[in-house]
Structures are given as structure tokens and as C-alpha cells.
């Protein structure tokens, strides 16, 4: 099993639709989660971060965090076109004591005009 | 302005010609780490460092090597290049503990070995 894990999409969305990421993990132990963007050939920018278990809402972006079922998810609304990109997931895993930062390997999200 | 920066930006070389990709942060992040990214794949670990000569390997370290002399650099090093080193690099700093894990990455170095 994969610690963290996406589906690779692609994910197609209409313009202003919600747009809707999944991620879960395996570490029961983690406890930061981010969002990343990431254009073709680019590297990654945070978009989002959450740390507790409830919805994290900013801007159009909402993450939302269930340690229970280990899943964490990213609400686009109002997809806009510049939004279209790949998202990855990262999860800190306990690492003999300290955290590692661990990526899926990303969604790639297409918002349709 | 709190930044990552890599160089070179894009790189041809030939098989077994050693090369090196500069990583350095003005943040004064104890943790630095190198991913490798290819298609299907996603952002691999290479190496990370939690701090000055404290180095270790992440999931794909064949063929790579690290230093940690200094606390805002850490170069990749690649003793003999094969062309399944062809990839796209991204060197990221961040805080070590619970503080504020988030990285940050630079612009990215885009190696081709032939």
C-alpha cells in the first residue's frame, strides 16, 4: 500500500463547477496535510494546508481532513480555467521520530470552458 | 523575498560525465531535500538533510550523493550520470518538527542525460 495515495485523474470539470480531490493515507500517526498546484513543468506551490479534522475553508479552495478514515480532500469552487493543473497531496510521516514529507503522485484537473 | 533557488535550470550532459545541481535557502530551514519527478510517478525522495552534515536517503537515492556543509546548501551530486537519470529535480526546504513542515520548492533543474 501506497502511503499516500491519488487517483491520477485526469479529472474533467466544467467551468464554475466545484472540482473535488481525494487523497488517503496510511501513517494513522500523521499530523500536517497539504495541497500542492503544480502547472506543467513548474514546481509545486502550497495552496492549502490543514492540520485538525474539520474543513479549512480560503477563498475558493476548502480542505477537509477525516484522520478517522485517514482521507483528506480539496473543494475547488467556481473552477475557473487557470485552476486547471495537477494537485498533489502531501502528508507528513513519522520517520524514526522526526517527519518526513510524503507526496502522492498528484491528480491532473482539467476545467472545460 | 524568502526563496529556493537551483541552478542550472535545464542541463544536457553525457553518461558519465559527473555534474552537479546547486540548492540554496535564505529562510534558515534546518530540513532541505531532493525529489526527482517523472511522469506517472510523482515527486520521489532522493536524499534529505535535517541539518548540517546530517544527511540520509529518501526512496530513490541510487546513483545520487549529498553534502550539508553549510545550512543553506545542499547540493545533488551525480558521480556518473546514466540517461534513467533523465528527469525533471526539485530541491525544497522546510522546518523539521510540528512547527510548519510545508515546503518550499525551487524552480526546478530539468536534466537530460544521453
Known amino acids: 500500500q501506497k502511503e499516500v495515495e491519488q487517483n491520477s485523474g485526469p479529472l474533467s470539470v466544467p467551468e464554475g463547477a466545484i472540482a473535488s480531490l481525494n487523497c488517503t493515507y496510511s501513517d494513522r500517526g500523521s499530523q500536517s496535510f497539504f495541497w500542492y498546484r503544480q502547472y506543467s513543468g513548474k514546481s509545486p506551490e502550497l495552496i492549502m494546508s490543514?492540520?485538525?479534522?474539520g474543513d479549512k475553508e480560503d477563498g475558493r479552495f476548502t480542505a477537509q481532513l477525516n484522520k478517522a478514515s485517514q482521507y483528506v480532500s480539496l473543494l475547488i469552487r467556481d473552477s475557473q480555467p487557470s485552476d486547471s493543473a495537477t494537485y498533489l497531496c502531501a502528508v507528513t510521516i513519522s520517520n524514526f521520530g522526526n517527519e518526513k514529507l510524503t507526496f502522492g503522485t498528484g491528480t491532473r484537473l482539467t476545467i472545460i470552458p | 523575498e524568502a526563496q529556493v533557488t537551483q541552478n542550472p535550470r535545464y542541463l544536457i550532459t553525457v553518461t558519465g560525465k559527473k555534474l552537479t545541481v546547486t540548492c540554496s535557502q535564505n529562510?534558515?530551514?534546518?530540513?532541505m531535500s531532493w525529489y526527482r519527478q517523472d511522469p506517472g510517478l510523482g515527486l520521489r525522495q532522493i536524499y534529505y538533510?535535517?541539518?548540517?552534515?546530517?544527511?540520509d536517503k529518501g526512496d530513490v537515492p541510487e546513483g545520487y550523493k549529498v553534502s550539508r556543509k553549510e545550512k543553506r546548501n545542499f547540493p545533488l551530486i551525480l558521480e556518473s550520470p546514466s540517461p534513467n537519470q533523465t528527469s525533471l529535480y526539485f530541491c525544497?526546504?522546510?522546518?523539521?518538527?510540528?512547527?510548519?513542515?510545508?515546503?518550499?520548492f525551487g524552480q526546478g533543474t530539468r536534466l537530460t542525460v544521453v
Open positions: 525544497a526546504s522546510s522546518l523539521t518538527g510540528t512547527g510548519s513542515p510545508e515546503a518550499f
Open positions: 529562510m534558515n530551514h534546518e530540513y
Open positions: 490543514i492540520y485538525s479534522n
Open positions: 538533510s535535517m541539518n548540517v552534515e546530517v544527511t
